[in-house]
């Protein structure tokens, strides 16, 4: 099998949440560590990529944005610049109900045709807890110099593969963002 990597991003402000959310408790222990717990046994090598060298307590591969202020798009550019492998499972560090099985889907999904395999449920797509070819890092990387940095806008110059995602929960979707979402 092919190894793949994950790049975990946690670079985000928090602003509604009024602290790191990564970093914050989640039954016992760190919302991030619930996502490296989950892609772990299906990659090679994980990469998070964060403003906090706090996340290097965490004993993975580290980078900070090279772009700030520049959200997701700037995390995903450094993380596929890094990482070693074609393939890499994108998640955010604020999914922490995403499953193994999910990431196993988007990996038996991709083609040689794709560049993205995401998953859609209810008309909304999914970024950020996706499968990334290495191969669009250019196209991402234009876009972030022209400041167009919205990724659902970018997708629509990428080859995806929409995975539907009604058989999964809910939950599993679910952005941790601000208090009120812990609960």
């Known amino acids: 099998m092919e190894a793949i990597s994950a790049i975990i991003l946690a670079g985000g402000k928090s602003s509604r949440m009024g602290q790191d959310k990564g970093l914050m408790l989640l039954d016992g ?15 090679s090598e994980i990469i998070i990529v964060a403003n906090n060298t706090s996340y290097q307590s965490f004993g993975n591969k580290f980078y900070v944005d090279e772009v700030k ?33 999910m990431l196993e889907v988007l990996i ?39 400041n167009e940095l919205k990724l659902k806008h970018v997708l629509n110059h990428l080859n995806i593969n929409k ?7 809910e939950k599993c979707f679910k952005n941790i963002n601000t208090p009120k979402d812990f609960l």
């Open 29 to 43: 222990k760190p919302m991030i560590q619930h996502v490296v717990d989950t892609v772990k046994p299906i990659v």
């Open 69 to 101: 202020n520049s959200g997701p798009l700037a995390g995903l550019c450094v993380g596929l610049k890094h990482s070693e492998t074609h393939l890499n499972i994108v998640l955010s560090c604020d999914v922490p109900y995403v499953t193994t099985e």
């Open 108 to 146: 038996k999904e991709f083609s040689q045709q794709t560049d993205v395999v995401l998953f859609e449920k209810q008309e909304e797509l999914h970024p950020l807890i996706a499968l990334y070819s290495k191969t669009c890092l250019p196209l991402l990387q234009s876009f972030l110099k022209e």
């Open 163 to 169: 995975i539907d995602g009604t058989s999964y929960a």
